[in-house]
């Protein structure tokens, strides 16, 4: 069968001649002439690859991407850049927001073809890896060990890749499924109405997103986003309600890990509310080090990143930092922060 391709282009004799290389190359192309059109022909049926210009009226090529990010039917599916604008701040902000490739207009026939053929192959891959059917699921009752048969079911589903600073979910989503972190780092963060940003949480490898809106059947919460590039596995909701269903083990796991995701923001509440600036920040760092975020006791991590996560101005982080380094309690070089006395970080007086 051939793969599906959607052009999603404004201009008309670039969008002919895209469908006229990709049909002569056996490709089954459907095309619309604006960013609107485009996005409800990819949910009304989902393409194997959309090719999409950056500059349109009304809904641009960001936007587009935007709204299929939200969907996870076609969250997943590869999404090529076509500008030509090559500045690359342009660039720079469609990879960001989850583009998997770009092509700089004007296009010879064998770039297009090369772009689509490579993330197509690259699609596949993955697929191939990562997918298995869960049609096994309803036979798993005769099975006594949940927790061994879920890391199973986690193994066998396709991986979601999300490339840095590109936005999993939204506060307020409705909650689609459990993440599972398989590699990479995942922060999630609530807005203050100032606007400024509060981290409740980070997320490593084997970590849990989402427990509490699939519990309680909810929205999602915070706001979760890849701190670099990571790998996800959704397991669906009604998928996740069935194992629950049948193995109580992996019902009382999860609970515990809500519990203690409750008792851990309770202690961040008390620490934000009550501890100096130093003691905030004494217990943001030593946060990381004992959630594994660290290589031994260095990790890398933004000014704003931290200033979330300790409660406190960007600029105060920096003041902060300064003044643990002249202390001797850390070494500081760019984003790279080495602890050099725990003991005395644990001991940081209010």
Do not use: W
Not at 158 to 185: C, M, P, S, W
Not at 258 to 272: A, M, T, V, Y
Not at 308 to 313: E, P, Q
């Amino acid at each position: 069968m051939s793969k599906k391709v959607l052009v999603i282009e404004d201009n008309n004799d670039i969008r002919e001649n895209i469908i006229e290389i990709l049909e002569l190359a056996g490709y089954a192309v459907e095309a619309a002439g604006d960013g609107r059109a485009g996005v409800d022909m990819a949910l009304k049926n989902t393409p194997d690859i959309i090719l999409c210009d950056i500059m349109m009226p009304e809904l641009d090529g960001y936007g587009v991407l935007y709204l299929l990010n939200k969907n996870p039917e076609t969250k997943a599916v590869p999404f090529i850049f076509l500008t030509a604008k090559a500045e690359r701040v342009d660039l720079r902000k469609g990879m960001e927001m989850g583009a998997d490739d770009y092509l700089t207009k004007p296009f010879d026939d064998i770039e297009l073809l090369n772009a689509v053929e490579s993330r197509l192959k690259k699609k596949e891959l993955l697929e191939n890896f990562y997918s298995k059917s869960l049609d096994q699921l309803s036979n798993l009752a005769s099975r006594n060990d949940g927790l061994k048969e879920f890391k199973k079911i986690v193994l066998e589903r396709k991986a979601r890749h999300f490339k840095k600073n590109q936005v999993i979910y939204y506060e307020g989503d409705k909650g689609n499924g459990l993440y599972v972190v398989l590699t990479g780092k995942v922060k999630a963060i609530k807005l203050a109405e100032d606007g400024r940003e509060l981290m409740t949480g980070m997320y490593s490898a084997d970590e849990y997103l989402g427990i509490h809106a699939m519990l309680s059947n909810e929205a999602y919460t915070d706001t979760a986003t890849a701190l670099e590039d990571t790998s996800l596995c959704l397991i669906p909701k009604d998928q996740l309600d069935q194992l629950l269903h049948l193995y109580p083990d992996v019902s009382h796991e999860f609970i515990k890990i809500l519990s203690d995701n409750i008792r851990e923001k309770e202690e961040q509440l008390l620490q934000l509310a009550y501890n100096s600036v130093r003691k905030k920040m004494a217990g943001a760092i030593l946060r990381l080090v004992s959630h594994g975020e660290t290589d031994g006791e260095s990790f890398k991590i933004s000014r704003e990143d931290l200033a979330a996560m300790a409660g406190m101005a960007t600029e105060t982080v920096s003041r902060t930092l300064s003044d643990f380094k002249d202390e001797g309690l850390i070494d500081k070089k760019g984003s790279v922060i080495t602890v050099l006395s725990q003991a005395r970080l644990a001991k940081m007086k209010n």
